[in-house]
């Protein structure tokens, strides 16, 4: 069974820091892996799409990486602002379908101005 | 382009009331799924649909639990009676496939996902 940890649960930091949140998975066998970001009350919007085919991905100061050997993904946040406050969750996608989808728990990340 | 739209946005009832969530996904979309999310528990995958027909809904908790797909624009999310345990957001999701000259081509798995139901049961 797929298991995702997010390290750490939470973190605050002065803005204009850069950070890394970190995704764990169990099982090296994903189709890809997506980075999620959760504002209080509201939905998961989409960051990121890491497909297993690929090491990475960027997008604006946004850069996530996918190492499948040893089941680690990281988010990189650079010159982080109080806007990027928010939960990130990672979602692994296996190849054996989507009712395997398995998300992280997330990271709560509190950029202080 | 809209996206993934989920009503109502809030519920708040009583214990053995009827409750309906209602999802439209993105249009062309031909996953559809159903999530809950609690602190304790995270997100669960309640049951997700495919071309309208439900694949997988091992992760209906109970019988008082029941989800349709009508047509490829309009889901329910039912819950009947409604307990206080089952206070929580619920979340709708979509995904496509990429096809063309009929054959599938790809499949990123990319889920989009509506701004959720959130519900509370007295």
């Known amino acids: 069974k797929q298991e995702v940890t997010q390290i750490p649960a939470?973190?605050?930091?002065?803005?204009?820091?850069?950070l890394v949140l970190n995704c764990s998975f169990t099982d090296s066998a994903i189709y890809n892996l997506q980075w999620f970001r959760q504002d209080p009350g509201k939905g998961l919007t989409s960051l990121l799409l890491i497909q297993s085919s690929q090491r990475e991905q960027t997008s604006g100061r946004l850069n996530a990486s996918l190492d499948k050997s040893s089941g680690r993904s990281t988010l990189?946040?650079?010159a982080s602002q109080p806007g990027d406050s928010a939960t990130y969750l990672c979602a692994v996608i296996p190849?054996?379908?989507y009712q395997k989808v398995t998300f992280g728990i997330g990271t709560k990340l509190q950029v202080i101005p | 382009d809209a996206g993934v739209i989920q009503s109502p946005r809030h519920e708040v009832t009583e214990m053995g009331q009827e409750v309906t969530l209602r999802c439209k996904p993105i249009s062309g979309h031909d996953y559809l799924f159903w999530y809950r999310q609690t602190m304790m528990r995270g997100l669960e995958l309640l049951i997700y649909f495919n071309n309208n027909v439900p694949i997988d809904d091992s992760g209906m908790p109970e019988d008082r639990f029941s989800a349709k797909m009508p047509n490829a624009s309009f889901s329910t999310l039912k819950i009947q009676p409604s307990e206080p345990r089952d206070s929580a957001v619920y979340f709708c999701a979509s995904s496509f496939r990429w096809r063309g000259r009929g054959r599938l081509i790809g499949n990123t798995g990319e889920l989009f996902f509506g701004e959720g139901s959130r519900l509370t049961v007295l």
């Open chain 1, 10 to 18: 939470a973190l605050s930091v002065p803005e204009g820091e850069n």
């Open chain 1, 95 to 97: 190849s054996g379908g």
């Open chain 1, 76 to 78: 990189y946040i650079a």
